[in-house]
């Protein structure tokens, strides 16, 4: 839809794009999964769709190759809004990435296509995401935070926009039409 479209230009004008093309669904969030914790995110394509994979921002991959547990991976280190590198690692990719390790990658760059590799019981995308400082963190709830930061940034570079914070009518996105972004 045209708003999505829209608010993956604002994305990639404040470096950030979503490593997943929409429509896609949350088979698998960050937490307890039964006896076990679940490190990272997984993102389902809708069946029918597009299936590559992007860089989320601007950096290098810094390890690459295949695990019995990730089957196909890519650990990439990115420059993110505040100079602070954070660490993204792509797994269950279809193939091997057709970035190497040390390659320079730009925001958006094909990096990958989703698959069913390693320890995997279905096509997605296994997201995980680690600060600076070594911490494991949510991937759905980090996206969303780098999605508000673009918002609020475009609001307060363009007065009386949709997406100013201060709008009386204040756009929001909907879950059924542009799989999954939160309102």
């Known amino acids: 839809n045209g708003a999505f479209r829209w608010y993956n230009l604002i994305m990639q004008k404040f470096n950030f794009k979503f490593p997943i093309n929409n429509p896609y669904v949350v088979t698998s969030p960050f937490g307890w999964r039964g006896r076990e914790y679940h490190w990272g995110c997984d993102f389902a394509p809708r069946p029918g769709n597009d299936?590559?994979?992007?860089?989320?921002?601007?950096?290098?991959?810094?390890?690459?190759?295949?695990?019995?547990?990730?089957g196909w991976f890519a650990w990439y280190e990115f420059d993110f809004i505040d100079g602070r590198k954070w660490r993204g690692l792509y797994a269950h990719?279809?193939?091997?990435?057709?970035?190497?390790?040390?390659q320079r990658v730009d925001i958006g760059a094909w990096v990958g296509i989703v698959g069913s590799t390693g320890n995997s019981t279905g096509t997605h995308l296994h997201f995980e995401v680690i600060d600076d400082l070594g911490r494991k963190r949510d991937p759905e709830l980090?996206?969303?935070?780098?999605?508000?930061?673009?918002?609020i940034r475009e609001a307060k570079q363009t007065p009386n926009h949709p997406y100013d914070t201060h709008s009386k009518y204040p756009v929001e996105f909907d879950s059924t039409s542009n799989?999954?972004?939160?309102?």
Do not use: F, Q, Y
């Open 51 to 70: 299936r590559l994979l992007s860089a989320v921002s601007t950096g290098k991959c810094i390890r690459e190759g295949w695990h019995p547990m990730s």
């Open 93 to 102: 990719m279809k193939d091997r990435s057709p970035i190497r390790a040390e």
């Open 142 to 151: 980090w996206l969303e935070n780098l999605r508000l930061i673009a918002k």
């Open 179 to 183: 799989g999954g972004d939160k309102k």
